[in-house]
């Protein structure tokens, strides 16, 4: 092997190659490096921590074919499939969820869930979110002076009701909450992230345990009785499921609450707008915000299972894939002025759900708790104001979601 040959996915001439993920400039926007390979050389080698150099695409349409095509894996048993961590790689041997598997076996556990987490179902939770929303509103009008918008609002909200829909007690909050942002944190080290994982799925076993004795009627009740107790579903595989849920379901909507209102107080005449609550406009202005933001935000990593051929670049059997949504969003060939906010951008059809088949199941749900947590927030406190300097708030420059760790705010 001469020192330049690229092996299965292990590059000699790493020097050359960019290592991923790459540092932000500025906190709003993704990193410059990833609009300059958009430009220069949209399909490209890049390093990982490990040493690999997967492929990272970051065209738009580019991203979008990857997602769709099925000669494209997202099992992460897979060799060659680019692991985001070493922490993340060792939690793989005692939790593999839906997310990192491939149809038939993939569509098997997600339709478990779908009838949960249809536009529907999710909509029949609006009293709820608004009853959520309005007391944790109720409670920062009556607390002191700054606050923090995360742990006040942002976090709990979410949480709240992702709970309630898995029947998961939000007494436990502390205990989950930190669990999971330890699974999200790439700084964490291996043990500490398996301790995690592992703890949190003993805690999950219990309850699914619990739910299998008592029915409940919520999504890990029904889960455990249909499914677990027919045979369907093992206990650990619905524990994987339910893992899935509580973190994805309170994660990332916290953190599109989080940055995407600092994002708002950043542009006052549009904050204004949906303040005012015109449904068109806030629904629009949810949705220019998962695009600008893109907090999930380390690239949906896939491994080709043949050879493709994608933009004149071809990816043999067995390279690791990263199609980077955060790229694909500020694509300038798919939206005009993609850096700027403009909350009633038309036609936009961001990837910040991810495409194809794990697009995101709990889209719905985000959708709904947004559209209704912005403009109630805004209306509450029309003079609401970030506290602090933007130089002093800290952001989540080392979780596999994006955000602001807190917000200081005031009004
Ligand atoms: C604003 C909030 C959210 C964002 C930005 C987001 C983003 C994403 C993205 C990008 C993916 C695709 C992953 C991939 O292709 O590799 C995904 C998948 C998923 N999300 Fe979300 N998500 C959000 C909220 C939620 C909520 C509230 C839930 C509720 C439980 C949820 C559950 C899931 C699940 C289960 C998957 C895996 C789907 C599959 O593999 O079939 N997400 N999400």
């Not at 896939?302 to 067995?318: L, P, S």
């Not at 559209?371 to 130089?391: C, N, S």
Request: proline letters at 7%; one cysteine or more; glycine letters at 6%.
């Amino acid at each position: 092997m001469t020192p330049n040959t690229i092996t299965a996915g292990h590059d000699a001439g790493a020097s050359a190659t960019p290592a991923y993920p790459m540092k932000r400039g500025c906190p709003f926007d993704p990193p410059a490096e990833l609009a300059q390979l958009r430009t220069e050389k949209p399909i490209s080698r890049v390093r990982l921590w490990d040493g690999s150099s997967p492929w990272l695409v970051t065209r738009y349409e580019d991203v979008r074919s990857v997602l769709a095509d099925p000669r494209v894996s997202a099992d992460t048993d897979r060799p060659g499939y680019p692991a985001t961590s070493a922490a993340i790689l060792a939690r793989r041997k005692n939790t593999r969820s839906f997310i990192g598997m491939d149809d038939p076996e993939h569509s098997t556990y997600r339709k478990m869930l779908i009838s949960d987490f249809t536009v529907r179902r999710t909509g029949s939770l609006r009293p709820l979110v608004e009853k959520i929303v309005n007391e944790l509103l109720d409670a920062m009008e009556r607390g002191p002076r700054p606050v923090d918008l995360v742990e006040a609002f942002a976090l709990p909200l979410p949480s709240m009701v992702i709970c309630q829909m898995l029947g998961v007690p939000y007494a436990d909050h502390d205990f989950f909450q930190s669990h999971s942002r330890a699974l999200l944190d790439l700084s964490v080290d291996v043990q500490e992230s398996m301790r995690a994982n592992d703890e949190l799925r003993e805690y999950l076993t219990g309850l699914v345990a619990a739910k299998e004795a008592e029915p409940t009627d919520d999504v890990l009740g029904r889960l455990a009785q249909q499914r677990v107790l027919t045979g369907e579903l093992s206990r650990d595989d619905a524990v994987s499921m339910a893992l899935l849920l509580l973190v994805a379901g309170h994660e990332t909507t916290a953190n599109m609450l989080g940055l995407g209102t600092l994002t708002l107080l950043r542009h006052p005449e549009q904050a204004a707008e949906v303040r005012d609550g015109d449904p068109g406009v806030v629904n629009s202005a949810v949705e220019e915000l998962l695009r600008l933001l893109t907090v999930v935000h380390s690239g949906r990593r896939r491994v080709a299972i043949e050879d493709i051929e994608i933009g004149g670049v071809t990816i043999h059997a067995g390279e690791g894939i990263i199609a980077a949504g955060e790229a694909a969003n500020r694509d300038p060939a798919a939206f005009v002025l993609p850096d700027d906010l403009d909350i009633h951008r038309a036609d936009n059809h961001h990837v910040a759900f991810g495409f194809g088949v794990h697009q995101c199941l709990g889209q719905p749900l985000a959708r709904l708790e947004l559209q209704i947590a912005y403009p109630a927030l805004l209306r509450r406190f029309p003079g609401l104001r970030v506290d602090v300097p933007i130089e002093e708030i800290r952001f989540r420059d080392q979780m596999i979601v994006y955000g602001v760790q807190a917000l200081p705010v005031s009004w």
